[in-house]
């Protein structure tokens, strides 16, 4: 929350502030970059949607990414990407594809050369050009390892204590710079940043060969009367373009993975032979990851907001969004809350969850062999009052353990037949309920103690943060920021439903 | 006239409101003027941040509406419907500095001069009655809770006195007219940041000498943010609200202030027969969004021609979009 001297020192700079766009150069990487550029046009003509092909783009752009997006010399991302993998990957494709071996072999080559290369355009452009001593935030879209990015800078700024990496999240609270410099072409990061000025001298860095746009400077539609004072106080430094010898520019996406491709590929599989599937969304997430979520409307999904008081939120998978961070746990193999319940329930909870394991396992058979509105119609004819087609899907979900009344539930026992161990069944869901809801009560506290402690800074530069829980040896859960919310379904066997997807190794798999 | 309002920094010191606040409160007078019942109007904001822009634009809203407005009309109002009230309603009468339960008896002649007839306390205690004139017939409110059961004897609750805050910025004829409930703003945003905004921070205009200090409430006077028994001018509904709200009295010159994409998101159909202005912090999430909706109202809107505002120089960072409809 901003405070009224905020408020006023955000309209004093509104008023006059230099946005100043910057490039930098180097050779290897523009070389590096239009050959890729190049590949993806090949590949594109050729209109292949080979997982092979994509999954050798994703490690290409990754690479360009990264170096594009980092202070840091080229050679300190050398680790980035198994070069082992690669080649592997490369001689599959060139020998599958013919034509396209002159273009790989072209990529290979200047990666090859960038991948050991001591350069360090970005960092010489700053020792250079800001050696003042005024206080200066830099703004990073990415960074694999923050403390080495901070130890680098702190080595090259060793006269100036006053540069800091700072994040978009933080530029929205009370923190002001004498000067930001943004690192990355201005798509890369929120509008906000260039028009909500926290500084009077914004320094925009980007490589020559990166194309690059004007932030957004009007957003109501046009109007008889326009009033706006946007423009006025900003005063655009465009960059010097004129001894560019590159035929293109190259707007470098900072979604590496195409979630288009990959949706197709998981649309094109074989026909499913497992008995029991369910509905899924896809959730596309930093560092090359994904994970199937059932589609229903149960809020059971851990996520970490910046934007919220609350450090984690429970959503369900049609409220997730790209500014959120996933909570996955990563430590064990078993559902960790469940590992909880189980221990507050005790010797009873394997014959419990068997039985409770039993009559949803039936109640699915029901809704994949029945037409819902059917069930729902069976359902509201044996007393069920809060049935509808949301509803029984949730209630068919091993995410959900029981409806809320009585009358739902025992009208699903009558349904898969078990009306004669309703009440004992629905004692035992009671049971589960609590013991879950106790063991969840439990962990969200340990891991918000957890994330109190935590530089989240970090986590939204990195993209991707582990939290070990206190108490438990190997219970840990990762936090992953969300890149892409599928809005296709998919059936998907239970089992496939939480666990994670690497797509860097989709071809492979 | 600009008011010379100063506000108390953390630090302690007191400076003269900044130039940007000085805006907002000119932009809420401005659209006061406006506030005719034969048109509606919407003025839509993107700023590079969204507090404390919404209570100065209310601030400018009243000063508009108490320095045109006389009591004496109000009194008149007032009175009749206080006598077409049915006997026994239950209704608040101040006095002292105190207000008190009672019940509404009827209208009766005394001494030549028409007169409310209240009653303070219980029947069976003693049923001690009141003859309240025309001129105090403002100590008077509608008590809403129906089921008023009098005291045997009452001293009655402790009351918001006069603010000499509101009396230098609104006028002291102004007393009169904040005595009537009335909802001619509603503020619909976050709790925590406008409660803390309005009721808070300390503002003073320094006049004989001394700062005459109070808050934006004093002035803003928000029934959520003060004694239920209080009377208010504006009234407050959080973003986040579940669409079962207490009846807000709105009538047709009330105003909405949405502070923040959120609130107007959520709340946006719930009053789209009523004059609005939308505050968007452009660094809010759900910034985009709602511009989106902004801009699909203007276009959808069956608006007037050459509608414009008539504003003075604006700070940087501000983007404004206006326009009237017929109703």
């Not at chain 1, 934007?307 to 909570?327: A, G």
């Amino acid at each position: 929350m901003n405070t009224l001297s905020s408020v006023s020192k955000l309209f004093e700079l509104a008023s006059n502030y230099n946005l100043r766009f910057h490039e930098v150069s180097s050779k290897p990487l523009a070389e590096y970059s239009l050959s890729l550029k190049k590949l993806e046009y090949q590949i594109l003509n050729q209109d292949e949607g080979d997982i092979l092909l994509n999954d050798l783009l994703t490690h290409f752009r990754k690479f360009r990414f990264i170096l594009s997006a980092s202070p840091l010399p080229f050679s300190a991302h050398s680790e980035l990407i198994n070069s082992k993998d690669l080649n592997r990957l490369s001689r599959q494709c060139q020998l599958m594809y013919q034509d396209l071996k002159k273009d790989i072999d072209t990529v290979l080559e200047t990666y090859e050369a960038l991948r050991n290369s001591p350069e360090k355009p970005v960092l010489d452009f700053l020792r250079e050009n800001f050696k003042d001593k005024r206080s200066t935030g830099l703004v990073l879209k990415t960074a694999n390892d923050l403390n080495a990015v901070e130890e680098v800078l702190k080595r090259t700024f060793l006269w100036d204590k006053s540069f800091s990496v700072v994040t978009p999240s933080k530029l929205k609270k009370s923190f002001f710079f004498d000067r930001l410099i943004i690192l990355g072409p201005t798509y890369w990061y929120p509008d906000y940043l260039f028009h909500c000025p926290r500084s009077s001298s914004i320094e925009i860095i980007l490589y020559d060969w990166q194309s690059y746009h004007t932030p957004r400077m009007e957003y109501f539609t046009k109007s008889h009367s326009p009033i706006s004072s946007l423009l006025q106080g900003c005063n655009i430094h465009m960059r010097n373009t004129n001894d560019i010898d590159y035929r293109e520019l190259i707007e470098v996406s900072d979604q590496i993975i195409d979630y288009k491709k990959i949706e197709k590929s998981i649309a094109n599989r074989p026909a499913l032979t497992a008995t029991e599937y369910v509905s899924a969304k896809l959730i596309g997430l930093a560092d090359a990851k994904g994970i199937f979520f059932e589609d229903h409307s149960i809020k059971n999904i851990w996520t970490i907001s910046m934007q919220s008081k609350e450090p984690i939120l429970k959503c369900s998978v049609n409220e997730l969004d790209t500014d959120s961070y996933l909570l996955i746990r990563t430590g064990t193999g078993r559902d960790y809350i469940q590992i909880k319940a189980d221990e507050f329930i005790g010797n009873r909870a394997e014959k419990m969850r068997h039985r409770h394991y039993v009559w949803k396992k039936r109640l699915r058979k029901y809704t994949a062999k029945y037409p819902a509105e059917k069930i729902c119609f069976y359902l509201r004819k044996h007393g069920g009052t809060r049935v509808n087609k949301i509803n029984l899907r949730n209630w068919a979900s091993d995410d959900n353990i029981k409806p809320r009344e009585y009358n739902d539930f025992l009208a699903l026992m009558k349904l898969v037949k078990f009306e004669d161990h309703a009440e004992k069944l629905w004692k035992e869901a009671e049971d589960l309920f609590r013991a879950h809801h106790r063991a969840g009560m439990v962990i969200r506290k340990l891991l918000i103690q957890e994330i109190k402690k935590s530089n989240l800074g970090k986590l939204e530069l990195e993209q991707k943060m582990t939290f070990h829980l206190p108490d438990s040896e190997d219970a840990t859960f990762t936090a992953y920021k969300i890149e892409y919310i599928s809005q296709n379904v998919f059936q998907v066997e239970p089992h496939q439903l939480r666990a994670l997807i690497d797509f860097n190794h989709l071809g492979g798999q | 006239m600009e008011l010379e309002m100063y506000y108390k920094e953390d630090t302690g010191g007191w400076f003269l409101i900044p130039d940007w606040s000085t805006f907002f409160i000119n932009l809420g007078k401005e659209l006061a003027l406006r506030n005719t019942g034969s048109k509606r109007w919407t003025a839509a904001l993107t700023l590079p941040a969204k507090e404390y822009i919404a209570p100065f634009i209310g601030v400018g809203i009243l000063s508009s509406v108490f320095i045109k407005s006389s009591a004496d009309d109000l009194l008149e109002v007032h009175f009749q419907s206080l006598s077409s009230l049915e006997k026994y309603t239950p209704v608040w009468y101040r006095k002292n500095k105190r207000i008190l339960k009672a019940v509404f008896l009827g209208v009766t002649d005394y001494q030549g001069e028409q007169r409310l007839l209240i009653q303070t306390q219980s029947t069976k205690a003693g049923g001690l009655t009141e003859y309240i004139s025309k001129e105090n017939a403002l100590e008077i409110q509608l008590n809403p809770n129906e089921n008023q059961r009098l005291p045997n004897n009452q001293k009655g609750r402790a009351m918001t006195v006069e603010s000499r805050l509101t009396d230098s910025i609104f006028g002291v004829h102004s007393q009169a007219l904040l005595k009537q409930p009335k909802t001619r703003i509603c503020f619909v945003g976050g709790k925590e940041q406008l409660e803390s905004e309005i009721t808070t921070r300390m503002f003073a205009i320094y006049e004989d000498n001394q700062m005459i200090k109070g808050s934006l409430n004093d002035l803003l006077r928000v029934r959520q943010f003060q004694h239920s028994v209080d009377p208010y001018q504006s009234q407050f509904v959080s973003s986040l609200a579940r669409k079962n709200e207490p009846d807000l009295n709105l009538t047709s010159t009330s105003i909405i202030i949405y502070s923040g994409s959120n609130g107007f998101l959520n709340w946006k159909e719930d009053f789209q027969y009523t004059n609005s202005i939308v505050v968007l912090d452009r660094s809010e999430p759900q910034f985009e969004f709602a511009v989106e909706e902004i801009n699909n109202k203007y276009i959808q809107s069956n608006r007037t021609p050459f509608s414009k505002l008539d504003l003075e120089a604006m700070p940087g960072g501000i983007e404004l979009l206006y326009w009237e409809e017929t109703r």
